[in-house]
Structures are given as C-alpha cells and as structure tokens.
DNA sequence: GTCTAATTGAAAATGAATTTCATTTTCAAT
DNA sequence: ATTGAAAATGAAATTCATTTTCAATTAGAC
C-alpha cells in the first residue's frame, strides 16, 4: 500500500544509522539482552525506508537481505525498537499493526484515504497543545495521544469508489 | 471496565427512543432491510447504556433481556447501526473494537487510562475545526478523524503500576 | 574455552472479527 | 389469512493478525 510522505524527513544517513543503533544497543544493555545479527538486519532495514511497515511488511523486506530471519524476530524487535524510542505503533485501522520510525522525526500526523489507504502526515503543533491542556486540567499525566483524519484523497474522488460500500 | 463520563450527555428519553428507532427504522427501509424483534431488543439495549460498549459487552447486556439473541445479530447490528449514524466505532487500542452511541451526542474526543483503562471524554471545537483545515489543504474529502490521548489517571499514578511494564 | 542465560524461529495457540449455512421469520402480494 | 421469495438468525466454523511455546542455537561474561 502507498505511504506518500510530504514532510521534514530525510533518508537516515550513515551517521543517523550509527546514532540510531547506538541508542538502540544502550537499550539492550540496559534491559540486560543481547546483541545479534538479526536485531542489526531489522533495525537497519527498518531504519532504510520511510512507510509505515507492518511486522509482515518489514519482515519480508528482512528476509530479502536474509531469508533466514524468522518472523517472530522481526515481531520481538519491533516491539523492542518501540521501547526505545527508535519505532512507535501507527494504528490506521485497517486490521494491521503498523509502525514508523521516529528516529530524528518531529511530532506529525496521518491523515489516511479509506479507499486506497495513503497516508500523508501533517504537522500540528495545536495537537501536540492539548495533549497538554486536557491532560492538565482532567489531572491525567498524559504520556501520547492519536490522532488520525480519514476521507477521501482526491485520486480517489475522481476515480469514484473502489471498494464496495 | 469503568468509563466514567463527564460530559453533556442525557440518558435516553423515551422520545429520544422513539426518535432514534424512527433513524433506524427508515435506514433498513432504505437499504431494503427488515424490521426484527432481535434488532430492536438491540437498539434499545444500545441506547440505553453511556458507556463505551464491546460487541461482546453488548451482547451480555442483550443476553439479560432475551437469552436467545444470538452474537451474530448484536454484531452485524452494531454495523447496521454504525451505517446510520446511530452509532460509532471508537478505538481505545485495547484490542477490542467499541461503540458508543451518537444520537443526540455533541462532537467529543476521549482521554484513557493505560493502566485501569478508564475513559473520560473532553471537547474540543478545535481538533474538529483541524479536521476541516488540514482537509482542505491537502486535497482530502475528510470525513472523519480519530482523536484520544492516553496517560495515567490521576487513581492510578497515586496507587503506582498496576499492569507490567 | 566454558557456561549460563538469552535468542531464535517453526509451529502452535490465541482471540477478536467475520463468514457460512441450514433453519426460521418477515412482509408484500395475493 | 395464505403464500412465497427474500432476508434474518445464530451456532459453528473460519479467518487472520498477533502472541506464546519450546527445543535447538548462540552471545558474551567470566
């Protein structure tokens, strides 16, 4: 599914890479795991692209650079990158868990098509604000917050309905 | 689970009933549907509750009133009431899928406890307004959007951790 | 190099959401 | 009131993403 992006993000660099795996093995250390080949593979290729990659996704670009990664690795590492920082869950409802990297990003959002699910970001200050305002006032410490718009773009309006309502 | 709610809104009054049953009603006609005894036990059961319900929630509460309605039904009327503005799908991240219901209901947004699971809903013109701006600026037919912020409730920060980190 | 604890990945389990299908019910036309 | 076609029902089966299990393998501290 296409992932458009209009937005602040350069490709990671090599030295944002080294930065990237730097953070990410101080957590490991931290939690007391280790380091393996396989974690380095998923961070590196997950750290390459800009979509927003279900585990699926990301472990079949994986197993392109190394067909023996399994599956459940590229899981747990997704789960351990979200730890630290380094990746954070999308939900766009669509079924699927998915997750983008947050590595050197500024604070944005989705706006997704229902019908052919492209997603662009945006970027709202005014969000990040009332995370704070609200959490304030209802006495919450708020830690994060979602916020997604949905519609059509405007391939798909032209195009008419794709799916079937 | 607890969904305290502050907030505008008036149990369902029997015109209220009447009024939404008429919504529901017209939307069967409409797409050629019928009028059933199990739909109308659910209708009411639906409306007749504040809180943010599961289908299984949903289900149970139903259940009560006449034990052989079945969870097929409550589901696909939960999506029949969805089609017609009577209800809609609100997605706190817990890995079920809620419904609130929408009748009468004022555009509000929800904050939730990520360790007791609380919501507690807040208003906010602007992130409605956001909507209708970003919108416009990127080309997209917006339709709807998704707005919670998560943290700790003010209970669960002063008792500490429930769940496991 | 040894040893222990962590890692791996295939397979199985889980669980919510959805579909199937035989039976029952609605409702419009008689 | 009767009929018949189309829709509804609900129990059971299926789907499918996610998560767990477990036996074999590997990392890295000593």
Do not use: W
């Not at 392109?64 to 599956?71: E, H, L, P, Q, S």
């Not at 789960?79 to 944005?108: I, M, P, T, W």
């Not at 997603?119 to 209802?138: A, N």
């Amino acid at each position: 599914m296409l992932q458009r992006r209009i937005d602040d993000h350069a490709p990671t660099t090599r030295e944002g890479m080294r930065e990237a795996q730097d953070i990410f093995y101080k957590h490991l250390k931290r939690v007391g795991l280790k380091h393996t080949d396989q974690r380095d593979i998923i961070l590196r290729t997950f750290l390459e692209t800009r979509d927003h990659l279900s585990t699926d996704e990301l472990f079949r670009l994986v197993r392109k650079k190394d067909a023996k990664v399994g599956f459940t690795t590229v899981y747990r590492t997704l789960k351990l990158l979200a730890e630290c920082g380094l990746a954070s869950e999308v939900a766009f409802h669509d079924g699927v868990a998915r997750y983008e990297h947050q590595f050197n990003r500024r604070s944005h959002h989705h706006m997704v098509c229902t019908d052919c699910g492209v997603s662009v970001e945006f970027f709202s200050p005014e969000v990040d604000k009332l995370e704070e305002e609200i959490g304030r006032k209802y006495h919450f410490d708020a830690t994060r917050h979602t916020f997604q718009i949905y519609g059509l773009c405007e391939d798909c309006r032209k195009r008419g309905p794709r799916k079937a309502v």
